[in-house]
């Protein structure tokens, strides 16, 4: 029941150019799906009316003509039409008082015997003024409690009310949204502590929403009066400073909250303290905590450094419950005295907006200023390939990279990474942020290696090693043949973490290294470096998924040298060993045979190894496309009749076989090992 509104701006451009072309058949075909839709609902209003009674019909037609205008083909079998008109009745009673300014919510497992339909599902309904997030704040709430969305439908009907928030008429009035989710099972007694959370996330939506504008305007007026602040900055500095807050308020920030802090004497100690009544969105009317003292705050130690930026750019300690997940955004603005000495700051929080994540470094204010010193300390022409290479690594950064970091930072980052374009490796960048008490960490994996078993394995490591309980993470792919992971830790409070790059960077390297690293070790190892690599290349990295899951590296090494023996005039290698331990069927006997263009006949090889002693248990045949040939491996799991000593006796079997096969020895019992 996916009844969400769709922008007109999102048709896709296929369907405009052919309405263009041919109007008539559009609007035929327009005029046939209203009325194979009209068909398919007419059960379900033809119900309804009955429900509703003679008073009733119209309201509880026009509210279900919008609660079902997007049912599909595949959900309509899910009730029977009168499942369905009592579903929907059910929601317009829920729906027929409500104050203008709160939300009706609620959360049950419907029955047929109470509310005439019934779900397999707990459902929850909310009933709202009609506003931005409200269906992705909600969803975001639930999958913080580990609950999935099985349904979901979210139409927005005009509802006229009267005194109190009676429902007068349906059609007309003000747009309202109504939500039906049909959700995870869940029992009596969790019902009211998800209704509660559902309704504290809607309550933050309606603060965040109702005083955006007033927020907005707030910035607007923080940008102009940083023309005449006492900010002890260049005056470049300062303008880019008022650009970006510009930049931000222009659709490029979602904003959530505000509040005004000034400095204060108390007990003889300079301390930050919130401004009585300052407070807007999620920071209106709430508590703010007791002042700091201003010695503990990070702008301050970065203050003692010498350094001063004009702005703060971070995160938050706090989650975002609007829109979408992760810690919020910090914009901070600081006003000093004529000494330089903060005497306030003033302070938004909300979300970078995705058009700001669109936007290229060069065309952010603050941040086309840091671009330009990379690309000018870099000594790289921006027309030549290593140049225009670090311009699109800076273009492809996380923008909270772009944000957050100094210049310096984003120099070393940017040249890091265009080390790597060289040789393909794995790496880390780890940068601690100067205001808050988070790492901003940028791993960039080889792209044939990463996926998602490898990202959860960093974000276990990252967890463990900077005593984390929780890590952010957003994985870019595109044509770089490197995957960048960004990922966002924050240590527990109090915890006293030493961070160890190196060590961190061996890590890392261990989680993405994997069966195929092995193998190449061991084959240089073996061959050395120049004809290890090139047996690796030509017939270790063909080795199949089937073929890897059953043998150690120690194992395909030896196999890939055999298959390297494979040559005109040798064709079949075989080789009797014992299984390794710790390998699948580990300590067994096994026959391979290296064969090459077509594997050998079961019915003339198994009379061979019976007449040799051996007794054949299983067999796995593995086909591999190698020197461009089709090469196999016949893997067969034996028995001896008696115990053998296989450092002396496997070269003289090999050798054996390879002479009954081509028949300059007779194949009879007389062969037994």
């Given at each position: 029941?996916?009844?969400?509104?769709?922008?007109?701006?999102?048709?896709?451009?296929?369907?405009?150019?052919?309405?263009?072309?041919?109007?008539?058949?559009?609007?035929?075909?327009?005029?046939?799906?209203?009325?194979?839709?009209?068909?398919?609902?007419?059960?379900?209003?033809?119900?309804?009316?009955?429900?509703?009674?003679?008073?009733?019909?119209?309201?509880?037609?026009?509210?279900?003509?919008?609660?079902?205008?997007?049912?599909?083909?595949?959900?309509?079998?899910?009730?029977?039409?009168?499942?369905?008109?009592?579903?929907?009745?059910?929601?317009?009673?829920?729906?027929?008082?409500?104050?203008?300014?709160?939300?009706?919510?609620?959360?049950?497992?419907?029955?047929?015997?109470?509310?005439?339909?019934?779900?397999?599902?707990?459902?929850?309904?909310?009933?709202?003024?009609?506003?931005?997030?409200?269906?992705?704040?909600?969803?975001?709430?639930?999958?913080?409690?580990?609950?999935?969305?099985?349904?979901?439908?979210?139409?927005?009907?005009?509802?006229?009310?009267?005194?109190?928030?009676?429902?007068?008429?349906?059609?007309?009035?003000?747009?309202?949204?109504?939500?039906?989710?049909?959700?995870?099972?869940?029992?009596?007694?969790?019902?009211?502590?998800?209704?509660?959370?559902?309704?504290?996330?809607?309550?933050?939506?309606?603060?965040?929403?109702?005083?955006?504008?007033?927020?907005?305007?707030?910035?607007?007026?923080?940008?102009?009066?940083?023309?005449?602040?006492?900010?002890?900055?260049?005056?470049?500095?300062?303008?880019?400073?008022?650009?970006?807050?510009?930049?931000?308020?222009?659709?490029?920030?979602?904003?959530?909250?505000?509040?005004?802090?000034?400095?204060?004497?108390?007990?003889?100690?300079?301390?930050?303290?919130?401004?009585?009544?300052?407070?807007?969105?999620?920071?209106?009317?709430?508590?703010?905590?007791?002042?700091?003292?201003?010695?503990?705050?990070?702008?301050?130690?970065?203050?003692?450094?010498?350094?001063?930026?004009?702005?703060?750019?971070?995160?938050?300690?706090?989650?975002?419950?609007?829109?979408?997940?992760?810690?919020?955004?910090?914009?901070?603005?600081?006003?000093?005295?004529?000494?330089?000495?903060?005497?306030?700051?003033?302070?938004?929080?909300?979300?970078?907006?995705?058009?700001?994540?669109?936007?290229?470094?060069?065309?952010?204010?603050?941040?086309?200023?840091?671009?330009?010193?990379?690309?000018?300390?870099?000594?790289?022409?921006?027309?030549?390939?290593?140049?225009?290479?670090?311009?699109?690594?800076?273009?492809?950064?996380?923008?909270?990279?772009?944000?957050?970091?100094?210049?310096?930072?984003?120099?070393?980052?940017?040249?890091?990474?265009?080390?790597?374009?060289?040789?393909?490796?794995?790496?880390?960048?780890?940068?601690?942020?100067?205001?808050?008490?988070?790492?901003?960490?940028?791993?960039?994996?080889?792209?044939?290696?990463?996926?998602?078993?490898?990202?959860?394995?960093?974000?276990?490591?990252?967890?463990?090693?900077?005593?984390?309980?929780?890590?952010?993470?957003?994985?870019?792919?595109?044509?770089?043949?490197?995957?960048?992971?960004?990922?966002?830790?924050?240590?527990?409070?109090?915890?006293?973490?030493?961070?160890?790059?190196?060590?961190?960077?061996?890590?890392?390297?261990?989680?993405?290294?994997?069966?195929?690293?092995?193998?190449?070790?061991?084959?240089?190892?073996?061959?050395?470096?120049?004809?290890?690599?090139?047996?690796?290349?030509?017939?270790?990295?063909?080795?199949?998924?089937?073929?890897?899951?059953?043998?150690?590296?120690?194992?395909?090494?030896?196999?890939?040298?055999?298959?390297?023996?494979?040559?005109?005039?040798v064709d079949l290698r075989p080789r009797l060993y014992?299984?390794?331990?710790?390998?699948?069927?580990?300590?067994?006997?096994?026959?391979?045979?290296?064969?090459?263009?077509?594997?050998?006949?079961?019915?003339?090889?198994?009379?061979?190894?019976?007449?040799?002693?051996?007794?054949?248990?299983?067999?796995?045949?593995?086909?591999?496309?190698?020197?461009?040939?089709?090469?196999?491996?016949?893997?067969?799991?034996?028995?001896?009749?008696?115990?053998?000593?296989?450092?002396?006796?496997?070269?003289?079997?090999?050798?054996?076989?390879?002479?009954l096969w081509r028949g300059e020895a007779e194949n009879?019992?007389?062969?037994?090992?």
């Open positions: 029941m996916t009844t969400s509104r769709k922008s007109p701006a999102r048709k896709s451009t296929a369907a405009s150019k052919a309405a263009k072309k041919s109007p008539a058949r559009t609007a035929r075909a327009g005029k046939a799906g209203k009325a194979s839709r009209s068909a398919r609902l007419a059960p379900i209003f033809s119900a309804i009316r009955r429900l509703a009674g003679k008073e009733g019909q119209e309201d509880a037609s026009l509210f279900a003509k919008a609660f079902y205008h997007r049912l599909t083909d595949d959900e309509l079998p899910l009730h029977t039409p009168e499942a369905w008109a009592a579903l929907a009745n059910d929601f317009l009673d829920f729906a027929r008082k409500r104050k203008p300014g709160t939300a009706n919510v609620r959360l049950f497992n419907p029955s047929r015997e109470t509310h005439g339909w019934e779900s397999g599902h707990t459902v929850l309904q909310v009933v709202n003024d009609d506003m931005p997030f409200l269906v992705d704040s909600v969803t975001m709430a639930l999958a913080d409690l580990g609950i999935g969305v099985h349904v979901l439908g979210h139409p927005v009907v005009a509802i006229s009310r009267g005194r109190g928030g009676k429902l007068q008429a349906v059609g007309e009035g003000e747009s309202e949204s109504l939500i039906h989710m049909e959700i995870d099972r869940q029992s009596g007694d969790a019902l009211q502590g998800i209704q509660d959370a559902v309704s504290s996330v809607l309550e933050d939506v309606r603060l965040a929403v109702s005083d955006w504008e007033a927020m907005r305007d707030k910035m607007l007026e923080v940008a102009t009066g940083l023309a005449t602040s006492e900010l002890p900055v260049p005056q470049k500095e300062r303008e880019e400073a008022q650009e970006f807050l510009r930049w931000l308020a222009d659709d490029h920030f979602t904003f959530l909250g505000y509040r005004e802090y000034e400095v204060r004497r108390k007990r003889g100690e300079a301390v930050l303290a919130p401004v009585d009544g300052s407070g807007l969105g999620l920071m209106r009317g709430r508590e703010a905590g007791p002042a700091r003292p201003l010695t503990s705050l990070s702008a301050h130690e970065v203050r003692r450094t010498g350094r001063i930026d004009p702005l703060i750019l971070t995160k938050t300690n706090s989650r975002s419950t609007v829109h979408r997940p992760g810690y919020m955004d910090y914009v901070g603005v600081v006003e000093y005295d004529a000494d330089g000495n903060a005497v306030s700051e003033r302070r938004f929080i909300g979300l970078y907006a995705s058009s700001a994540y669109n936007r290229r470094p060069w065309d952010i204010p603050l941040v086309r200023e840091r671009f330009e010193h990379v690309m000018a300390t870099s000594g790289l022409r921006e027309t030549g390939h290593s140049g225009k290479a670090l311009k699109h690594i800076l273009e492809t950064l996380p923008r909270d990279e772009l944000f957050q970091s100094t210049a310096e930072e984003l120099a070393r980052l940017g040249t890091g990474v265009l080390q790597l374009q060289e040789r393909i490796r794995s790496r880390l960048f780890i940068r601690r942020d100067r205001y808050g008490d988070f790492y901003s960490i940028l791993a960039y994996v080889p792209r044939e290696r990463f996926n998602t078993e490898v990202r959860l394995k960093l974000e276990t490591m990252l967890k463990k090693e900077l005593a984390s309980d929780r890590v952010d993470s957003s994985v870019r792919l595109d044509e770089s043949p490197l995957a960048q992971v960004h990922l966002i830790v924050r240590p527990r409070p109090g915890a006293q973490v030493e961070v160890d790059e190196q060590r961190l960077e061996k890590m890392l390297a261990d989680v993405v290294r994997n069966w195929l690293d092995d193998l190449r070790d061991e084959l240089v190892m073996v061959h050395g470096e120049a004809e290890g690599m090139a047996l690796f290349e030509q017939f270790g990295r063909p080795l199949g998924t089937a073929y890897i899951q059953d043998a150690t590296p120690a194992v395909a090494a030896a196999d890939v040298s055999h298959l390297a023996s494979l040559r005109e005039g014992r299984a390794p331990a710790e390998g699948t069927g580990g300590g067994k006997l096994r026959l391979k045979l290296f064969t090459g263009d077509r594997d050998l006949p079961l019915s003339d090889v198994l009379p061979m190894m019976e007449n040799m002693g051996l007794r054949v248990i299983a067999e796995h045949l593995n086909r591999i496309s190698a020197d461009g040939r089709t090469l196999f491996i016949q893997d067969f799991e034996v028995e001896a009749g008696a115990e053998i000593d296989l450092d002396s006796m496997a070269p003289e079997f090999e050798d054996a076989f390879v002479r009879d019992g007389f062969n037994k090992l």
